[in-house]
């Protein structure tokens, strides 16, 4: 397996996660940046680490000096892998129909037979990547396996590892982690338990490793018609109490949530209203509120309700980002269980 730990490990604390996967016996992890996978070396983490982003020239000295895995997609970024000035191990990425990165299987015939040819380049492995694999009856997976292993097939075989699949293929494509034919399955999203895939959130035996919280930080009783945050686009519809909670669109807390998303305060849920603010956001506790004082823990999503899969859906969107969008100034607290 390989742990993804891009994105600051999709909002979770790359060092922290990459650490304890190493400790479990994870040897390689994949980022998006040669800045991450800098991070990664400066805290001591000595695995393999692959950087997704194709190789570039200004890349080319710190990714040989940091013994990093290099993505080689095109003529482009194997010319540029040939200034190195020592030894680069080279995935070569294949497009097979995503439409993103790499070459066709025909035109990256080329691209293999260089790297071999190449004395300072090593083959780590040739991979692709699905488009559709969060959709389990969708034929479009098999149909970009069934490329992948004609490309390889008119190489002769295999003069690399494989891999094709990511979270969505490990859970909902076995034949794309077959250990007949693959290697290595690139597991991102589904480490932190926020896989989506149609029946299922989550799909066991996973379980959100994120719990995002903050505290409330004012409580009101206002007067029916009283409106509250910025342009008054919510009017309490009758006298209620307004608890503010110190967490905004800085943190992570989407301003498409105004109005549609919920926290939990104690055992119960209550809505957002008005507009998300950059600190804070408000929310209506009702008549009679059940207990809340300030400095209570609002929850804004975690293992249950409300949970990132709500609060996606309530953004239009998928639960990457909400878990993504947690700023680098909220702390976090780490607990191995």
């Known amino acids: 397996m390989m742990g993804v730990v891009k994105a600051d490990a999709y909002g979770h604390g790359s060092v922290e996660v990459a650490t304890a996967l190493r400790d479990m016996g994870i040897r390689h992890f994949g980022v998006a940046t040669v800045g991450e996978a800098a991070s990664l070396r400066a805290a001591g ?56 990165l790499g070459r066709t299987p025909e035109d990256s015939i080329d691209i293999v037979r260089g790297i071999e040819a190449d004395t300072r380049l090593d083959m780590g492995s040739i991979w692709t990547h699905f488009a559709r694999a969060d959709e389990p009856d969708h034929p479009m997976t098999g149909q970009q396996i069934s490329r992948f292993m004609d490309f390889i097939e008119t190489l002769g075989g295999a003069p690399a590892p494989l891999h094709v699949a990511a979270s969505a293929g490990v859970f909902a494509h076995p034949d794309s982690i077959d250990p007949n034919l693959f290697s290595m399955a ?37 007067s029916a018609g009283t409106p509250i945050s910025y342009g008054s686009r919510w009017k309490a519809p009758a006298e209620t109490w307004i608890a503010t909670v110190g967490a905004g669109y800085a943190d992570g807390v989407s301003r498409t949530l105004s109005g549609k998303g919920r926290v939990r305060i104690g055992n119960e849920l209550y809505p957002i ?32 309700a409300p949970t990132a899969f709500e609060v996606a859906d309530h953004m239009d969107s998928i639960t990457y980002v909400p878990v993504c969008a947690v700023s680098s100034r909220v702390p976090r607290d780490y607990v191995l269980g």
């Open 186 to 222: 690139r597991v991102g999203i589904a480490l932190y338990g926020l896989l989506d895939l149609p029946g299922a959130r989550p799909p066991s035996p996973l379980s959100p490793v994120m719990e995002f919280s903050s505290t409330v930080t004012s409580l009101k009783h206002v």
């Open 45 to 100: 983490i000595k695995e393999s680490i692959m950087v997704f982003a194709p190789l570039s020239s200004p890349h080319v000295k710190a990714s040989t000096a940091l013994c990093l895995d290099v993505v080689i997609d095109s003529t482009e970024s194997l010319e540029a892998a040939r200034g190195t000035d020592g030894r680069l191990r080279c995935h070569i990425k294949v497009d097979t129909g995503m439409g993103r």
């Open 273 to 304: 209203v008005g507009t998300v603010c950059m600190d804070m956001f408000m929310v209506n506790l009702g008549k009679n509120p059940f207990e809340v004082r300030v400095g209570d823990n609002a929850i804004l999503f975690g293992k249950s």
